[in-house]
């Protein structure tokens, strides 16, 4: 397992368009997470699975986001309607919950035209 | 106020000068405190996992932990120019990471 894996690295979309991103942890991890990052900014805190149950969802996440994690393994990320402001860089995470250190993917970044 | 604060840089130095890096938190309740480097359009790749107060070795770097004043540091030593990057702090309260908003350095040889 070479680690955290994010699909598609790079994303250029219309406004109004919906787009999907997705995450593939590392295997023996239960744990994954969202974070979003905008240049010059540390990563924002988006939601947390632990196995297939979303325990955690921060405020930054609005209705038009929706994150699953249907088998406890891979999770997809998707923004529906996206705006300009939705452009940044998608980071996901695993880690598994004995040990709490995240390992981050090499990120999905968006931009929204 | 943010819960982390880190100063943003950037943070020029000399190759082979000792770099500090710090960050301050409001949330007593952070029990454990990573470093994380970034390179530019890069994931972040951590560096540091400490969880109690005092010093923590590994190679060049050392991170420092003092909970009583809510304050954590990290050292490099002999700064090279492949250090060049953004460095992150992140605390950890049990169930997410909330991080600083990273300081740049750049070493020059």
């Known amino acids: 397992d070479t680690g955290v894996s994010q699909d598609p690295r790079h994303k250029i979309t219309k406004r109004g368009q919906n787009v999907t991103f997705r995450c593939d942890p590392i295997s023996e991890h239960n744990r994954l997470y969202w974070y979003r990052q905008t240049l010059g900014q540390g990563p924002e805190f988006l939601t947390y699975f632990q196995n297939e149950a979303q325990l955690e969802k921060s405020r930054l996440l609005s209705d038009r986001f929706s994150a699953e994690r249907p088998k406890g393994s891979f999770s997809t990320l998707e923004i529906q309607r996206t705006e300009q402001g939705d452009s940044a860089m998608y980071l996901c995470?695993?880690?598994?919950?004995?040990?709490?250190?995240?390992?981050f993917g090499e990120g999905s970044r968006l931009t929204v035209l | 106020q943010k819960e982390v604060e880190q100063d943003p840089g950037p943070l020029s130095v000399p190759e082979g000068a000792i770099v500090s890096l710090n960050c301050t938190y409001s949330?007593?309740?952070?029990?454990?405190f990573m470093w994380y480097r970034q390179y530019s359009r890069k994931g972040p790749e951590l560096l540091m996992y400490?969880?109690?107060?005092g010093n923590k070795e590994d190679g060049r770097f050392t991170a420092q932990v003092d909970k009583s004043s809510k304050y954590i540091s990290l050292f490099i030593r002999d700064s090279q120019p492949s250090d060049s990057a953004t460095y992150l702090c992140a605390m950890d309260a049990g169930n997410m990471l909330t991080f600083g908003g990273g300081t740049r350095l750049m070493v020059k040889p």
């Open positions: 949330n007593s309740a952070f029990q454990y």
């Open positions: 400490t969880y109690s107060s």
């Open positions: 995470a695993s880690s598994h919950s004995s040990t709490g250190e995240l390992f």
